[in-house]
């Protein structure tokens, strides 16, 4: 399978679980944060096997960004 065509189908489900890592943190009325969104992140997906998109979605919170 081409690289590209394997992390485009990947994009969704990385997609998937930082949209639901946020909705958990917004209903507890935590902190919005990248280390925030890592932490929640772990604690739900602890139990499963972690897969490649789970691994991706941490790596991609913790690339340094700008910093606004």
């Known amino acids: 399978m081409d690289g590209d065509k394997f992390?485009?189908?990947?994009?969704?489900e990385v997609v998937h679980i930082l949209g639901t890592a946020l909705m958990q943190l917004l209903v507890d009325q935590a902190?919005?944060?990248r280390e925030a969104l890592?932490?929640?992140i772990q604690v739900m997906y602890q139990e499963n096997d972690t897969d490649l998109a789970v691994e991706v979605a941490i790596d991609?919170?913790?690339l340094p960004g700008e910093q606004v």
């Open 60 to 62: 991609v919170l913790r």
């Open 38 to 40: 890592v932490e929640i």
């Open 31 to 33: 902190e919005l944060s």
């Open 7 to 12: 992390f485009e189908k990947l994009t969704p």
